[in-house]
């Protein structure tokens, strides 16, 4: 399990290197933290689809995630 400092150090320099956007998994919580290059960070949790739009997809729902 990676710390809250190595997360933000890997999501930094996955967005500064060209990803569109990163995903943090966390399966204690059943959560999906979505951080996009623009900045901003968004939560998702059971019953809440992911739009996969950047990637040319229609979305994933979190329940598929942890089935």
Known sequence: SNSER???EL??????NGA????????DKK??????????AT?????????????GGDGLAVDEIFG
């Open 6 to 8: 190595q997360l933000r």
């Open 11 to 16: 999501v930094a320099l996955a967005l500064n």
């Open 20 to 27: 569109v956007e990163v995903w943090i998994v966390d399966t």
């Open 31 to 40: 959560s999906v933290t979505v951080m996009r290059r623009e900045g901003f």
């Open 43 to 55: 939560v998702f949790t059971a019953g809440a689809g992911i739009s996969l739009a950047a990637f």
